[in-house]
């Protein structure tokens, strides 16, 4: 049974429990609340010493990154369907998965954490840097998907659970495509069961 370190507001363990939920792996939760800073705890720290969620242990082995999580599990479980064996479709998993580390989380990040969770101690230039970069960045993704159902094809792959987990994090912030393929794309997403599950659940 794998553990994963989580907080339910996490974009990036969210994405780790959308292919655990997908695939039908065991698992458990391990909560990390962030909002009371024990990410920060020296027992956290010996966990991850990044200071972030998630986490994942499988026995002895313990990994951070959560793309790198969710490749793991894909390739120790054979999801080929979720982590493609063909070249020219890995080519355009690993692509968004980059990207969207590279390219769209640091907007993420800049418009969440200042406008959603440091309330009056969000930081207004990053807000603003990060809604600025946004209707470029929604363009890449919107191009990208003009000819495919997701990111890598007919199918969906952790490519579009990665990213998806950062549409939803951006709509806590009220920031929501108005792009057609994306929306579209947004849409087959969630009607993934556990993509579904993954989400904060409304009370
Ligand atoms: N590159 C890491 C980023 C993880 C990350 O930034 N997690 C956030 C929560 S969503 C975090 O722990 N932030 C605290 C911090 O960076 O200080 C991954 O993909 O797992």
Redesign the pocket.
Known sequence: MYTLYH?V?????RRVVSLLEEAGLEYQLQPIA?DKAE??SPEYTLINP?????TLIDDEVKI??????MRYLCLKHGLEAWYPKDLKQRALVEQWLDWN?CRL?NSV?DIV?NKVFMGEQGDSAAIKRGEQAIPTLFKILDDGLQHTAFLAGATPSIADLSVASNIF?LSLAQVTPIEGNLLNWYQRVSLLQGFQKSLPQKN
């Open positions: 907080y507001y996490s974009q990036h363990a962030m990410f920060l990044n200071q972030q969620i998630p951070h990154e959560s793309n790198v999580i580390q989380s990040v954490l994090q």
